[in-house]
């Protein structure tokens, strides 16, 4: 059983460097995450949350602790050993997996940082390479690895600027000929059919129409239905519901360029004053990049959301507008926003004079606790519409 | 769901020799090992190098459910091999169903996290030196007795350091030539002994201190 332990202010929970297993979560005080940016130019300092996990990466990777956890005021935190944490992920897959899409949107990040300084393959180097891995298996006598190879890209890069190579190679194999040695230079040949592609691409599509833009539509495109039941759609790792109870996510986030670029608070806040000064297309392009570097501070990204969705109505873009009211709802099913967001898409709906869809959405929104006013008028619409049915 | 069940929705079996997925190809699923042994292995330079040797109930190829990048590596049956794969499709139905291995992608990102970022920390040092130095930490760190480590010999070539260090084989070899000049390692064709780690603690120390802000 996870044990609850007391920590003074001005304590520390773990330095930096040392070798723990514990897992902790923040149950009451004050608790500080200092790091060290991954430039190792400046130290981060970040508080934890109610309910946060921290010390979980290290523990379980089983690597020193990255950050130093300092107490700022009296503080209580529950105390996991390793194989305590593991029988709780066990038993809570759903905060397991709220974790697992956490630590993917920060490997992501460190990963596609360590591609762009190495400034390693685009999809086109990507397939050249496959190509030549191919070549090398054929060469060495590996030649049910080269067709492989040979297959994977006509598969995947059917217009390729190497078709007409990997075509001939592969019949080569199946002829069981040796490894042709007249083929060019393969990195001239990607450049010159690339060249050459390029220039068909551009007379092609000057032919084609102009694309039909949806804000032009004065009606509304509503989607097929209201998201999905919050159970059902589980496909997507992007729509998991938050954790059952009071969990919260691991959050620290200790990754940091050192680029002068905005917090994603300070994005959000733009996108506000954008909003108030009736700016919507610049508030959307905050929100916008705000929402994106939110993807490991769910209250943020929620009220993100919210708010494209609200611009969107003002930018009468209905159709956008139910999207992010939808992917609210089904991403935070119990949010702070929840409510809000079902009035809000109650609203268009009845617009656009779906009485049946908007009432059934604000009889669900008054049924959200509290029952204060504005639970209240969402149940008077509600009826109100049902009446008019 | 039973594993029987689960097999039969999910599994797939690959005979000896036979390759489950070629370095560069695009791919968007990752696998389990339920039975038999699979190698992991990278063209380097017209050789073919062997990775690594998975088996019954490692993970592999599990980058793929991130995002849609080149596979790294091949990975090739060396015997019999049977295996669940996971898409983005069936991954949350799969996790809800196998705790087990929910936790145990948690375990396997959480050490990625940390040697990409370790790794990111040696690219962005800005010298030959430090660079070097730091591959050489990086890989004692993992090592339970690194904080006493002296004398320390590396199973690694120096296409091996250029490769983490981001840079080319020529400029590693004349930094690691010139240490083996004045003796503070020895260079062998399969391994690099390096005489006192602690020169290269402090190389790497200092650089990070003049660096920071």
Same mark, same amino acid.
């Given at each position: 059983?996870?044990?609850?332990?007391?920590?003074?202010?001005?304590?520390?929970?773990?330095?930096?460097?040392?070798?723990?297993?514990?897992?902790?979560?923040?149950?009451?005080?004050?608790?500080?995450?200092? @790091?060290? @940016?991954?430039?190792?130019?400046?130290?981060?300092?970040?508080?934890?949350?109610?309910?946060?996990?921290?010390?979980?990466?290290?523990?379980?990777?089983?690597?020193?602790?990255?950050?130093?956890?300092?107490?700022?005021?009296? @503080?209580?935190?529950?105390?996991?050993?390793?194989?305590?944490? /593991?029988?709780?992920?066990?038993?809570?897959?759903?905060?397991?997996?709220?974790?697992?899409?956490?630590?993917?949107?920060?490997?992501?990040?460190?990963?596609?940082?360590?591609?762009?300084?190495?400034?390693?393959?685009?999809?086109?180097?990507?397939?050249?390479?496959?190509?030549?891995?191919?070549?090398?298996?054929?060469?060495?006598?590996?030649?049910?690895?080269?067709?492989?190879?040979?297959?994977?890209?006509?598969?995947?890069?059917?217009?390729?600027?190497?078709?007409?190579?990997?075509?001939?190679?592969?019949?080569?194999?199946?002829?069981?000929?040796?490894?042709?040695?007249?083929?060019?230079?393969?990195?001239?040949?990607?450049?010159?059919?690339?060249?050459?592609?390029?220039?068909?691409?551009?007379? @092609?599509?000057?032919?084609?129409?102009?694309?039909?833009?949806?804000?032009?539509?004065?009606?509304?495109?509503?989607?097929?239905?209201?998201?999905?039941?919050?159970?059902?759609?589980?496909?997507?790792?992007?729509?998991?519901?938050?954790?059952?109870?009071?969990?919260?996510?691991?959050?620290?986030?200790?990754?940091?360029?050192?680029?002068?670029?905005?917090?994603?608070?300070?994005?959000?806040?733009?996108?506000?004053?954008?909003?108030?000064?009736?700016?919507?297309?610049?508030?959307?392009?905050?929100?916008?990049?705000?929402?994106?570097?939110?993807?490991?501070?769910?209250?943020?990204?929620?009220?993100?959301?919210?708010?494209?969705?609200?611009?969107?109505?003002?930018?009468?873009?209905?159709?956008?507008?139910?999207?992010?009211?939808? /992917?609210?709802?089904?991403?935070?099913?119990?949010?702070?926003?929840?409510?809000?967001?079902?009035?809000?898409?109650?609203?268009?709906?009845?617009?656009?004079?779906?009485?049946?869809?908007?009432?059934?959405?604000? /009889?669900?929104?008054?049924?959200?606790?509290?029952?204060?006013?504005?639970?209240?008028?969402?149940?008077?619409?509600?009826?109100?519409?049902?009446?008019?049915? | 769901?039973?594993?029987?069940?689960?097999?039969?929705?999910?599994?797939?079996?690959?005979?000896?020799?036979?390759?489950?997925?070629? &370095?560069?190809?695009?791919?968007?699923?990752?696998?389990?090992?339920?039975?038999?042994?699979?190698?992991?292995?990278?063209?380097?330079?017209?050789?073919?190098?062997?990775?690594?040797?998975?088996?019954?109930?490692?993970?592999?190829?599990?980058?793929?459910?991130?995002?849609?990048?080149?596979?790294?590596?091949?990975?090739?049956?060396? &015997?019999?091999?049977?295996?669940?794969?996971?898409?983005?499709?069936?991954?949350?139905?799969?996790?809800?169903?196998?705790?087990?291995?929910?936790?145990?992608?948690?375990?396997?990102?959480?050490?990625?996290?940390?040697?990409?970022?370790?790794?990111?920390?040696?690219?962005?040092?800005?010298?030959?030196?430090?660079?070097?130095?730091?591959?050489?930490?990086?890989?004692?760190?993992?090592?339970?007795?690194?904080?006493?480590?002296?004398?320390?010999?590396?199973?690694?070539?120096?296409?091996?350091?250029?490769?983490?260090?981001?840079?080319?084989?020529?400029?590693?070899?004349?930094?690691?030539?010139?240490?083996?000049?004045?003796?503070?390692?020895?260079?062998?064709?399969?391994?690099?002994?390096?005489?006192?780690?602690?020169?290269?603690?402090?190389?790497?120390?200092?650089?990070?201190?003049? &660096?920071?802000?």
């Amino acid at each position: 059983m996870p044990i609850t332990r007391n920590y003074s202010a001005g304590s520390i929970v773990y330095f930096a460097g040392d070798i723990g297993e514990d897992v902790y979560v923040m149950q009451k005080g004050r608790i500080s995450l200092i @790091s060290t @940016s991954l430039d190792q130019k400046d130290d981060i300092k970040e508080d934890v949350r109610k309910g946060e996990f921290f010390g979980v990466k290290s523990a379980l990777g089983r690597y020193p602790r990255e950050e130093t956890a300092q107490v700022l005021a009296d @503080s209580q935190v529950l105390v996991f050993k390793l194989a305590e944490f /593991e029988q709780f992920g066990q038993k809570n897959t759903r905060i397991v997996l709220q974790m697992l899409k956490v630590f993917s949107s920060q490997l992501r990040r460190v990963h596609k940082a360590v591609r762009e300084f190495l400034g390693e393959h685009g999809a086109s180097e990507a397939s050249m390479e496959l190509v030549r891995v191919g070549e090398y298996y054929y060469k060495a006598g590996k030649t049910d690895y080269a067709l492989y190879a040979f297959a994977a890209y006509q598969k995947n890069f059917p217009a390729g600027p190497l078709t007409e190579r990997v075509r001939r190679l592969a019949q080569s194999v199946k002829e069981g000929a040796a490894f042709p040695l007249d083929l060019p230079d393969i990195n001239e040949e990607v450049q010159r059919n690339e060249v050459a592609q390029r220039t068909g691409q551009m007379m @092609s599509r000057a032919e084609q129409q102009p694309v039909d833009d949806y804000a032009h539509h004065a009606d509304l495109d509503m989607p097929s239905d209201i998201p999905p039941a919050l159970d059902a759609d589980m496909g997507d790792m992007g729509d998991l519901p938050p954790p059952a109870g009071d969990f919260d996510l691991p959050m620290p986030d200790d990754f940091d360029m050192g680029t002068p670029a905005k917090t994603p608070a300070q994005l959000y806040s733009d996108g506000l004053s954008a909003f108030a000064n009736h700016q919507f297309d610049e508030a959307l392009a905050a929100y916008q990049q705000a929402l994106e570097a939110a993807a490991s501070d769910p209250a943020l990204h929620e009220k993100c959301l919210f708010e494209l969705g609200r611009t969107y109505v003002k930018k009468a873009n209905a159709k956008s507008a139910v999207e992010k009211f939808s /992917e609210l709802l089904r991403t935070y099913a119990q949010g702070a926003l929840t409510r809000k967001a079902m009035i809000q898409l109650a609203e268009i709906y009845e617009r656009a004079r779906d009485n049946a869809r908007a009432a059934s959405l604000y /009889e669900k929104a008054s049924r959200i606790p509290p029952q204060d006013k504005e639970a209240n008028i969402a149940l008077q619409k509600a009826n109100q519409l049902k009446g008019q049915k | 769901m039973t594993g029987g069940g689960l097999f039969n929705k999910f599994g797939k079996q690959y005979n000896t020799g036979e390759i489950i997925f070629c &370095e560069f190809e695009p791919g968007n699923s990752f696998y389990l090992i339920q039975t038999g042994r699979v190698k992991i292995s990278k063209v380097v330079k017209d050789k073919e190098k062997t990775m690594d040797i998975l088996s019954v109930g490692d993970i592999f190829g599990e980058m793929a459910i991130l995002e849609e990048q080149p596979r790294s590596a091949t990975a090739t049956a060396i &015997e019999p091999v049977t295996v669940l794969h996971f898409d983005r499709d069936n991954f949350v139905s799969m996790m809800m169903s196998q705790p087990q291995l929910a936790f145990k992608l948690l375990v396997v990102f959480s050490k990625r996290i940390y040697d990409a970022k370790r790794r990111l920390m040696i690219l962005l040092l800005d010298d030959i030196q430090s660079k070097i130095s730091d591959v050489f930490l990086m890989l004692a760190e993992k090592e339970p007795t690194y904080a006493h480590m002296r004398e320390v010999s590396f199973p690694v070539t120096m296409d091996d350091v250029a490769n983490w260090a981001g840079t080319s084989v020529d400029q590693v070899s004349e930094q690691l030539n010139h240490w083996a000049k004045v003796g503070k390692v020895e260079l062998y064709s399969d391994r690099i002994f390096v005489r006192n780690l602690a020169d290269f603690k402090r190389i790497v120390a200092q650089k990070r201190k003049t &660096e920071k802000r």
